[in-house]
């Protein structure tokens, strides 16, 4: 070895000694990246072993068995030598009553006992989604730990089905390079999901790190909305035209190396790229090869205009239980295809979201998102229930002096709130559920109010006697007990009131019901309950 190389190598070792000492187990990665297997072989070598067993974490598995093939045979055999003999990814593989606990304890385990390695290639044996689901459950330290022992594909994969947030978070501590190779694995529709997730700069960088036809088809797919038919459709389709002979597609299909996922139909166009129809691969491979494609395609298949809605999209997927559907324009030129992988991605999305907002978490999608970040957007939500509450509160000071006259008041006071807030939230799901899929609008909503109203005049009607006939016994007063029981049907039917129109005037306002619904409900069915309850004990009592 000559005395440059003896130098070179002295320098790295202190750089990796160094950085294992202060815990950078980024850095000592990179640095093993960027060192031939044989310069790795001989800095493991002159590294303590506890240092070695900690830097051989950080070898990469692609170039694992060059640098074993330069070290002496007994320390090849303990560096592969495992203390712990059962095998994690077939840990990860079981599915018992608690399996995602017992996964995510033991990914935590193995990394606290600094088995990166082990996880690492756990992770590269799961299927992407549930590689996804467990990144997402661990702490952001120990999920940056597992992310750095993934390859660029392996990554990419993974980055398809992680949330926005967390996907956007990882992404970002990739090297561009890195990143960019990642992306490469994506498909366009991924890619542009992942492009708007990122920074305006790095998601420049990202398209032009792609070839020119790349990156003209990801700029067009950009253009449209996100939340709309083109900004989920991907250009990977197949399409004809009418006039070719069914023989002719067929010969066309066999000479393609694989069929873009999903692949149920072939599109049907003109000459100018127009949309006609679609023709089933099912329809396809049973026709005579004589038959022309215009005798046995679907001509009465709609495409979907490229301005639809995400929602209304995935509506249309789910009423017409379709496996992909065509995007056009304007002037029906075939623009790409939506397929319902996509489509189960919105179904998801905003089932989560409809979810979170209900607690006022808007899209916290990660358990693990900076305090101060997570403590800004619940500070929100908890400001507007602070101000609810002090209406509520004032209606009762409202009523301070009956209140002091008559305890028994206080004490049954939060019965008439709570009966309606419950079944006003009965109503406002039932209600959002119904906007959400297209079932409640203008023509059924007198409809569905009378039904609401029915429903809370009898159930006001049976928990009122039940009430009453409680605080008779318990206060020993025949008035109370008939104050109450008017309260609790009053609120009732206040709470199936006002869990039907306000989702219906949020939604013409154009706020989310499912965001901002729950706290005015709330505050409804307080403010009448207390009211109510209140205002007849102060007319009837006093």
Same mark, same amino acid.
């Given at each position: 070895?000559?005395?440059?190389?003896?130098?070179?190598?002295?320098?790295?070792?202190?750089?990796?000694?160094?950085?294992?000492?202060? #815990? @950078?187990? *980024?850095? !000592?990665? $990179?640095?093993?990246?960027? +060192? %031939?297997?044989?310069?790795?072989?001989?800095? /493991? &070598? =002159?590294?303590?072993?506890?240092?070695?067993?900690?830097?051989?974490?950080?070898?990469?598995?692609?170039?694992?068995?060059?640098?074993?093939?330069?070290?002496?045979?007994?320390?090849?055999?303990?560096?592969?030598?495992?203390?712990?003999?059962?095998?994690?990814?077939?840990?990860?593989?079981?599915?018992?009553?608690?399996?995602?606990?017992?996964?995510?304890?033991?990914?935590?385990?193995?990394?606290?006992? #600094? @088995?990166? *390695?082990? !996880?690492? $290639?756990?992770?590269?044996? +799961? %299927?992407?989604?549930?590689?996804?689901?467990? /990144? &997402? =459950?661990?702490?952001?330290?120990?999920?940056?730990?597992?992310?750095?022992?993934?390859?660029?594909?392996?990554?990419?994969?993974?980055?398809?089905?992680?949330?926005?947030?967390?996907?956007?978070?990882?992404?970002?501590?990739?090297?561009?390079?890195?990143?960019?190779?990642?992306?490469?694995?994506?498909?366009?529709?991924?890619?542009?999901?992942?492009?708007?997730?990122?920074?305006?700069?790095?998601?420049?960088?990202?398209?032009?790190?792609?070839?020119?036809?790349?990156?003209?088809?990801?700029?067009?797919?950009?253009?449209?909305?996100?939340?709309?038919?083109?900004?989920?459709?991907?250009?990977?389709?197949?399409?004809?035209?009418?006039?070719?002979?069914?023989?002719?597609?067929?010969?066309?299909?066999?000479?393609?190396?694989?069929?873009?996922?999903?692949?149920?139909?072939?599109?049907?166009?003109?000459?100018?790229?127009?949309?006609?129809?679609?023709?089933?691969?099912?329809?396809?491979?049973?026709?005579?090869?004589?038959?022309?494609?215009?005798?046995?395609?679907?001509?009465?298949?709609?495409?979907?205009?490229?301005?639809?809605?995400?929602?209304?999209?995935?509506?249309?997927?789910?009423?017409?239980?379709?496996?992909?559907?065509?995007?056009?324009?304007?002037?029906?030129?075939?623009?790409?295809?939506?397929?319902?992988?996509?489509?189960?991605?919105?179904?998801?999305?905003?089932?989560?979201?409809?979810?979170?907002?209900?607690?006022?978490?808007?899209?916290?999608?990660?358990?693990?998102?900076?305090?101060?970040?997570?403590?800004?957007?619940?500070?929100?939500?908890?400001?507007?229930?602070?101000?609810?509450?002090?209406?509520?509160?004032?209606?009762?000071?409202?009523?301070?002096?009956?209140?002091?006259?008559?305890?028994?008041?206080?004490?049954?006071?939060?019965?008439?709130?709570?009966?309606?807030?419950?079944?006003?939230?009965?109503?406002?799901?039932?209600?959002?559920?119904?906007?959400?899929?297209?079932?409640?609008?203008?023509?059924?909503?007198?409809?569905?109010?009378?039904?609401?109203?029915?429903?809370?005049?009898?159930?006001?009607?049976?928990?009122?006697?039940?009430?009453?006939?409680?605080?008779?016994?318990?206060?020993?007063?025949?008035?109370?007990?008939?104050?109450?029981?008017?309260?609790?049907?009053?609120?009732?039917?206040?709470?199936?009131?006002?869990?039907?129109?306000?989702?219906?005037?949020?939604?013409?306002?154009?706020?989310?019901?499912?965001?901002?619904?729950?706290?005015?409900?709330?505050?409804?069915?307080?403010?009448?309950?207390?009211?109510?309850?209140?205002?007849?004990?102060?007319?009837?009592?006093?």
């Amino acid at each position: 070895m000559s005395e440059a190389d003896s130098h070179a190598i002295h320098t790295e070792l202190d750089a990796i000694a160094e950085a294992l000492a202060k #815990g @950078k187990r *980024k850095r !000592v990665r $990179k640095l093993l990246r960027a +060192m %031939h297997p044989g310069k790795v072989a001989s800095v /493991l &070598e =002159a590294l303590d072993p506890e240092q070695r067993q900690a830097a051989w974490q950080q070898v990469d598995d692609n170039t694992e068995e060059q640098v074993l093939r330069h070290l002496d045979g007994l320390m090849a055999t303990a560096l592969q030598r495992d203390p712990q003999d059962d095998d994690l990814a077939d840990d990860l593989d079981e599915d018992d009553e608690h399996g995602a606990t017992t996964q995510i304890a033991r990914v935590r385990d193995a990394l606290e006992a #600094g @088995k990166f *390695k082990r !996880v690492g $290639k756990a992770f590269k044996q +799961m %299927h992407p989604a549930k590689a996804a689901g467990l /990144l &997402e =459950a661990l702490p952001p330290d120990e999920r940056s730990s597992v992310w750095d022992m993934l390859d660029a594909e392996r990554a990419g994969k993974i980055l398809v089905h992680l949330h926005e947030e967390v996907r956007a978070r990882l992404a970002l501590e990739m090297d561009e390079e890195e990143l960019a190779a990642a992306a490469q694995k994506l498909d366009l529709d991924d890619l542009v999901d992942l492009i708007q997730d990122l920074p305006a700069g790095n998601g420049r960088h990202l398209l032009q790190a792609m070839d020119v036809r790349k990156r003209q088809q990801l700029l067009s797919m950009l253009s449209y909305p996100e939340d709309s038919a083109g900004g989920l459709m991907n250009t990977d389709h197949l399409s004809v035209r009418a006039d070719v002979r069914v023989g002719s597609v067929l010969r066309y299909l066999r000479l393609l190396e694989d069929l873009p996922d999903h692949t149920d139909k072939v599109m049907v166009v003109d000459r100018k790229n127009r949309y006609q129809g679609v023709l089933r691969l099912s329809r396809l491979v049973t026709s005579p090869p004589e038959a022309q494609v215009g005798e046995v395609m679907d001509g009465e298949f709609k495409a979907i205009d490229v301005s639809l809605s995400s929602s209304e999209v995935a509506r249309r997927f789910e009423d017409l239980d379709i496996l992909s559907a065509a995007v056009v324009d304007d002037n029906d030129v075939l623009l790409g295809r939506i397929t319902v992988d996509d489509v189960m991605d919105i179904i998801r999305e905003d089932s989560e979201r409809a979810m979170m907002n209900m607690a006022g978490l808007n899209d916290e999608a990660d358990m693990f998102a900076p305090v101060l970040t997570s403590a800004r957007r619940r500070a929100v939500w908890l400001g507007i229930n602070l101000v609810t509450a002090f209406l509520a509160a004032w209606v009762i000071g409202l009523f301070q002096g009956t209140l002091e006259q008559i305890v028994a008041l206080a004490v049954l006071m939060p019965i008439v709130a709570s009966m309606g807030g419950i079944a006003g939230s009965q109503t406002l799901t039932l209600v959002i559920r119904g906007l959400a899929l297209g079932q409640v609008e203008g023509g059924n909503a007198r409809l569905l109010l009378g039904k609401e109203l029915g429903i809370g005049f009898l159930n006001g009607l049976l928990w009122a006697a039940v009430v009453a006939a409680l605080a008779i016994l318990w206060f020993k007063s025949w008035q109370i007990g008939a104050i109450i029981a008017a309260a609790i049907l009053l609120n009732l039917l206040c709470a199936a009131l006002s869990g039907l129109l306000i989702p219906l005037l949020l939604r013409k306002l154009g706020i989310d019901p499912a965001l901002a619904g729950s706290v005015i409900l709330t505050t409804v069915t307080d403010v009448i309950g207390f009211l109510a309850f209140l205002g007849l004990a102060t007319l009837f009592l006093l």
